[in-house]
């Protein structure tokens, strides 16, 4: 059974940084496109990182690009989202997804974990 389990959430200022994770189980982890999602209240659900750990394709929206950092670990099969220069706009509900690939990211998401909040306060 493929299982996405996302943890790390929480509250922090503007300027602060938390760490999400996504440990993920049921399936070969290098065979698959890892990656975050986020949806604000009232919005739609943006994808804003990926990684595929088997070729180190890396993808971000450029809403993040230059303060949040994906990764992962092989080891633990688990993808990481450092996320640095929180902004309120930030606020939101992040989830975790498995896709085939990060380029189109999120056309093919057959997978997600349940989310965990992010609250971003100004």
């Known amino acids: 059974e493929v299982q996405l389990q996302a943890s790390g959430g929480g509250s922090v200022q503007a300027g602060g940084s938390l760490r999400l994770s996504c440990a993920a189980s049921?399936?070969?982890?290098?065979?698959?496109?890892l990656g975050w999602f986020r949806q604000a209240p009232g919005e739609g659900r943006e994808g804003i990182a990926c990684?595929?750990?088997?070729?180190?394709?890396?993808y971000y929206a450029d809403s993040v690009k230059g303060r949040f950092t994906i990764s992962s670990d092989d080891i633990k099969n688990t993808v990481y989202l450092q996320m640095n220069n929180l902004k309120p706009e930030g606020t939101a509900v992040y989830y975790c997804?498995?896709?085939?690939?990060?380029?189109?990211w999120g056309a093919g998401v057959d997978h997600w974990g349940q989310g965990t909040l992010v609250t971003v306060s100004s």
């Open positions: 049921g399936f070969i982890f290098d065979d698959y496109a």
């Open positions: 997804a498995r896709d085939l690939a990060c380029q189109g």
């Open positions: 990684i595929s750990p088997g070729d180190g394709i890396i």
